[in-house]
Structure formats: C-alpha cells, structure tokens
C-alpha cells in the first residue's frame, strides 16, 4: 500500500514541475500564436484558412459562418495595441 501513495506523490511533483516549466513556454507560443494569425486576418479577406476562423471566431465568441469582414475589420481596429 505504501508504495502506491509513494508513487502518486512522485507524479504529483512531477506534474507540478512540468506544468511551471511547460507553463512558460505555452504563454510565449499563445502570444506568436496570436501574432501571426493577426497578421493572417489583417493581410486578407473572408473566408480565411480554417484554422484562421477558428481563432477568429473563440475571439468574436461567434460562429465562424456568422462572421462578417466588417466585424473582422472593427476587431482588428480595437486590437491594434495587442
């Protein structure tokens, strides 16, 4: 019995190391990531590539087929600083 408990703390301690270290560096790759499918956005017009409206529309919180270039293009304005 001991050895299971044993065993289950060691991966909690790896868990929790892994997600410190993994943490960072899926926040780096969230900021490219929107980076360049903003530039997607800002160099084209509707319809984007698929994996573009899928970004485009957890942004928008709108399905992709309800998306209109002028809500792209109010979007893309309001998040110029970004």
Do not use: C, F, H
Not at 5 to 20: F, G, K, Y
Not at 30 to 38: F, N, V, Y
Not at 45 to 51: F, G, I, R
Request: glycine share 4%; aromatic share 4%.
């Amino acid at each position: 019995m001991g050895a299971r408990r044993i065993r289950r703390e060691q991966r909690r301690v790896d868990m929790t190391r892994s997600r410190l270290v993994n943490g960072v560096r899926k926040v780096k790759e969230r900021d490219r990531r929107q980076q360049r499918l903003l530039e997607a956005v800002k160099k084209g017009k509707l319809p984007y590539a698929p994996p573009v409206m899928s970004w485009l529309s957890a942004e928008l919180k709108k399905p992709s087929r309800l998306i209109s270039q002028n809500e792209v293009d109010a979007w893309v304005k309001s998040n110029k600083g970004s």
